[in-house]
């Protein structure tokens, strides 16, 4: 997912780390520091379109690198959010960086997680744009309920419940719908979604070209 704003560049004072607060936490995270850049796949690709496979091996050197390499990748697309598939790989797995509407940022990853959306009775649906690193360059609004929950794993098999509001609620959802072979335009119409597919044509090489400059001045 698109980050809304700008990510500052100071050390956050208010941050949630797997869904638990601490004092400060560094705005390019340890992962990021560890990580490798991976190519980002675009709409079209078949990865996007087809439900990823649950994570079995936990606490792997493997599986702490994929999520090394998640992070940076979402730091230098400048992402609120990246799921495994987005970096071509075929798991139920995602990360983020994301801001709510308080002003809270959440930083964590989440392996097979299950959605847990308010009851219609109770939930309220918002209409905002959004974006999608697999998207690139195309921005629409998409319909999703100001609050959710996933529940779901940690790298080292530990359970996890992360909750949601405002846009770290709609990060949750967005994230949650790659793992199942989903795009933010399978929610449009199909004239909203050629909206998407023009502007991403429009200016996907120029979100391309940001992405190098950052990748080469982290020196990645």
Known sequence: MSVRHD?????????????????????????AERGSVRRITVVGEGILSRPCQEVTDFGSPELSALIDDMFLTMHVADGAGLAANQIGVDLRLFVYD??????????????????????????????????????????????????????????????????????????????????????YLDRLSKRDRKDALR?????????????????AHLGR
């Not at 502007?199 to 990748?215: G, L, T």
């Open 7 to 31: 990510r500052s560049h100071s050390v956050d004072r208010r941050v949630r780390v797997q869904g638990k607060p601490v004092d400060s936490y560094p705005a390019l995270p340890p992962e």
């Open 98 to 183: 994301c801001p709510d509407d308080y002003g809270i940022r959440h930083v964590g990853h989440i392996i097979n997680p299950i959605l847990d959306l308010p009851d219609p009775g109770s939930r309220r649906l918002v209409d905002e744009f959004e974006g999608c690193l697999s998207v690139p360059g195309a921005t629409m609004a998409v319909l999703r309920t100001d609050r959710a929950v996933v529940r779901g794993l940690d790298k080292g098999g530990n359970s996890l419940a992360i909750e949601g509001t405002g846009y770290f609620a709609r990060c949750l959802q967005h994230e949650s719908d790659h793992l199942f072979g989903h795009t």
């Open 199 to 215: 502007q991403m044509a429009d200016h996907r090489e120029d979100v391309f070209a940001r992405r190098a400059v950052k990748a």
